[in-house]
């Protein structure tokens, strides 16, 4: 028996890295996938051919995660064609980085509605029918930056250290039935991580941890699995860093 057989999962930013991962693991699993997106239509439906492809049972679904109606749809959309939300990952995130004194106010706001408001107002919409059906799982996916400052960095680690109390408030009022936890990561081994960071600070990003490497999307992927599996089923509340040690130091 798969582990997710007969559940349904909504993935919010799942056109690529980490959410492209998810929905086709969830998938092999046995769940049955909406992949949730903003922009990027293409990635989003070829992940989702691909999962149908391979046998398993995948939508998508345009949605600004910013606005509640565009949520509220969505939602209503996934219901009615799989019956319920069983689990919810709360993947989508933005980084927008600039020095403090030189950070425009729409960057904020950009960045807290996406990796904040998007959360609160997806896990209200999906909350409300998990507790309603006395059963469900969250998982938000965070960041180490939200108890690691760097600079440059003072909306996405605001927006972080947001979801991760968000997710204790959200674990105290779903509960009992429903389970909230957070995956707090380092450093992905990925193009985006490439992109935004020079070889000298990824390889110094390597170093800094005990395990002297960066985590990959599928081990990620594994771990987040297990959060929204029965393997986790007394865990709650809490918001689990994913980064080889790095916050420890």
Not at 115 to 140: E, Y
Not at 188 to 193: P, R
């Amino acid at each position: 028996m798969k582990r997710f057989s007969g559940k349904s999962v909504l993935i919010t930013g799942a056109s690529g890295g980490l959410g492209q991962q998810l929905a086709q693991d969830f998938a092999k699993e046995g769940a049955k996938v909406a992949l949730n997106y903003a922009s990027s239509r293409d990635r989003a439906e070829e992940t989702a051919a691909r999962i149908v492809e391979a046998g398993g049972e995948a939508i998508t679904c345009r949605a600004n995660i910013a606005r509640s109606k565009e949520v509220d749809a969505m939602v209503h959309r996934i219901v009615e064609l799989f019956g319920r939300i069983d689990i919810l990952v709360n993947n989508a995130g933005l980084s927008i980085d600039a020095a403090f004194l030189d950070m425009r106010e729409q960057d904020w706001d950009r960045v807290i509605d996406v990796n904040l408001k998007g959360p609160f107002l997806v896990s209200q919409a999906v909350g409300r029918r998990m507790v309603a059906a006395q059963s469900g799982r969250i998982v938000n996916i965070s960041a180490t930056s939200a108890v690691v400052a760097r600079a440059g960095n003072a909306n996405y680690a605001a927006s972080k250290a947001g979801l991760n109390m968000l997710t204790q408030s959200m674990a105290l009022e779903l509960g009992p039935s429903v389970n909230v936890n957070t995956v707090a990561l380092g450093f992905v081994d990925s193009d985006l991580v490439r992109e935004l960071f020079s070889p000298a600070e990824i390889a110094q990003a390597s170093d800094s941890v005990p395990l002297k490497r960066l985590t990959t999307y599928e081990e990620t992927s594994e771990f987040v699995l297990m959060l929204a599996s029965d393997a986790a089923a007394f865990v709650t509340g809490q918001t689990i860093p994913f980064d080889g040690g790095r916050v420890m130091r």
